[in-house]
């Protein structure tokens, strides 16, 4: 399995981004999906997991009311929709598959893409 992201950039405090990781080669139907971000000298943490019916949503506290994560099944793709965007969340952020969405919860994965740069400037 292949995880694609893309969508990443610079951006001012208060704007908005959306992320978008493609899942290719072998098929991750019926899998979770998530996202995680890496702050320079900090280590990888969880932000969001979406469950293969999207029905069990999971986000780190420190973006609820403030990042959506959904899919499209069809398209094989996962979706992070970033609104009021703080200094602080500038980091590398990187799509993962894993077979529910608290497996992603608790750092638990199967699959990695790579990362796309999100950096935003108060």
């Known amino acids: 399995v292949q995880l694609q992201a893309s969508g990443g950039g610079l951006v001012q405090a208060g704007g908005s981004l959306r992320l978008s990781c493609a899942a290719s080669?072998?098929?991750?139907?019926?899998?979770?999906m998530g996202w995680f971000r890496q702050a320079p000298g900090k280590e990888r943490e969880f932000v969001a997991s979406i469950s293969w019916g999207g029905g069990t949503l999971y986000y780190t506290d420190s973006v609820k009311g403030r990042f959506t994560i959904s899919r499209d099944t069809g398209k094989n793709t996962v979706y992070l929709q970033m609104d009021s965007l703080k200094p602080e969340d500038t980091a590398v952020y990187y799509c993962?598959?894993?077979?529910?969405?608290?497996?992603?919860?608790?750092?638990?994965?199967?699959?990695w893409g790579q990362g796309t740069q999100v950096t935003v400037s108060s």
């Open positions: 080669g072998r098929t991750v139907s019926g899998s979770a």
């Open positions: 993962a598959a894993a077979p529910t969405a608290l497996n992603l919860r608790r750092g638990h994965t199967e699959y």
